[in-house]
Nanobody
Framework: QVQLVESGGGLVQAGGSLILSCAAS????????MGWYRQAPGKQRELIAT???????NYANSVKGRFTISRDNAKMTVYLRMNSLKPEDTAVYYC???????????????WGQGTQVTVSS
């Protein structure tokens, strides 16, 4: 089985910073692109940042210049550093990983359980 375990969420004042982590574990043959999504109350889940296994990154316009995604392949962990946080960044943040498990011929997407980020004004 595969698990994605997130950590680092919490309550922060506007203008503050947080770092989210997401560690993958289990019978993983290859770990491909990883990303962070978020879902605010009453809104659809949105993609905010992705990173390939080679380190290429993409960001949603709403977080570009404030958020930085990175990964440690040896630790099978992806990070999201969030600076200059705004109240509108308040949401549940989810980690996503595209990976192939040992003994299975195809790649699939897996999700973390989500971590709450609340930004107070």
């Amino acid at each position: 089985q595969v698990q994605l375990v997130e950590s680092g969420g919490g309550l922060v004042q506007a203008g503050g910073s947080l770092i989210l982590s997401c560690a993958a574990s289990g019978s993983i043959f290859s770990l491909n692109a990883m990303g962070w999504y978020r879902q605010a109350p009453g809104k659809q889940r949105e993609l905010i940042a992705t990173i390939t296994s080679g380190g290429s990154t993409n960001y949603a316009n709403s977080v570009k210049g404030r958020f930085t995604i990175s990964r440690d392949n040896a630790k099978m962990t992806v990070y999201l550093r969030m600076n200059s946080l705004k109240p509108e960044d308040t949401a549940v943040y989810y980690c996503n990983a595209n990976l192939q498990i040992i003994g299975w011929p195809r790649q699939n997407d897996y999700w973390g359980q989500g971590t709450q980020v609340t930004v107070s004004s």
